[in-house]
T-cell receptor, first 114, second 114 residues
Framework: DTAVSQTPKYLVTQMGNDKSIKCEQN?????MYWYKQDSKKFLKIMFSYNNKELIINETVPNRFSPKSPDKAHLNLHINSLELGDSAVYFC?????????????FGPGTRLLVL | SQQGEEDPQALSIQEGENATMNCSYK?????LQWYRQNSGRGLVHLILIRSNEREKHSGRLRVTLDTSKKSSSLLITASRAADTASYFC??????????????FGKGTHLIIQP
């Protein structure tokens, strides 16, 4: 069974569009995250979400908004897509907050903005 | 600024040899984790070492942590072709603030020659 799943796997879209990426975890974890991996493979935390508490990395543009309908899901909505948003986006989850635990990553969503 | 920095950036060895990768970081940490990423795939957790631990083993993996030097090393013994991947160290800071995720380095790309 897949622990952390993301859809879609690939997303190609035009500049200016709005798109969403979905993430689901079946591990019963309390905390979920979104990371962005750029073309040089550098991974950077975007958000963490725990018990309806959202912690945002201040460098993330407000065009990015995570939405959590329940504990098992953390979706990422992106408005007015820009060329620089092209990257691989990874969802992850962990048992608890504060990074004391192992994080489990999804397979990634490869976003290409044309 | 980037927290973890792996060294070397790329490493190519013969199958059966040992591979050593190093990671340096800048701030005090709760723990340091190593992840593997195969080409085009998500990250897989390898090992977590806490700030009060100095060495940890898992199968063919050996991780050391020197908090006085703010550095860690990952040793893979008796390498196999399947070990070909990028390896990332990730740290969780001891002090809070910001999105509560891990801070990743740029990774070491390991190639095992058959």
């Amino acid at each position: 069974d897949t622990a952390v799943s993301q859809t879609p796997k690939y997303l190609v879209t035009q500049m200016g569009n709005d798109k969403s990426i979905k993430c689901e975890q079946n591990l019963g974890h309390d905390t979920m995250y979104w990371y962005k991996q750029d073309s040089k493979k550098f991974l950077k935390i975007m958000f963490s979400y725990n018990n309806k508490e959202l912690i945002i990395n201040e460098t993330v543009p407000n065009r990015f908004s995570p939405k959590s309908p329940d504990k098992a899901h953390l979706n990422l909505h992106i408005n007015s897509l820009e060329l620089g948003d092209s990257a691989v986006y990874f969802c992850a989850s962990s048992l608890a907050l504060a990074g004391q635990e192992t994080q489990y990553f999804g397979p990634g969503t490869r976003l290409l903005v044309l | 600024s980037q927290q973890g920095e792996e060294d070397p950036q790329a490493l190519s060895i013969q199958e059966g040899e040992n591979a050593t990768m190093n990671c340096s970081y800048k701030t005090s940490i709760n723990n340091l984790q190593w992840y593997r990423q195969n080409s085009g795939r998500g990250l897989v957790h390898l090992i977590l070492i806490r700030s009060n631990e100095r060495e940890k083993h898992s199968g063919r993996l050996r991780v050391t942590l020197d908090t006085s030097k703010k550095s860690s090393s990952l040793l893979i013994t008796a390498s196999r072709a399947a070990d070909t991947a990028s390896y990332f160290c990730a740290t969780h800071p001891a002090l809070g603030g910001g999105a509560d995720g891990l801070t990743f380095g740029k990774g070491t790309h390991l190639i095992i020659q058959p």
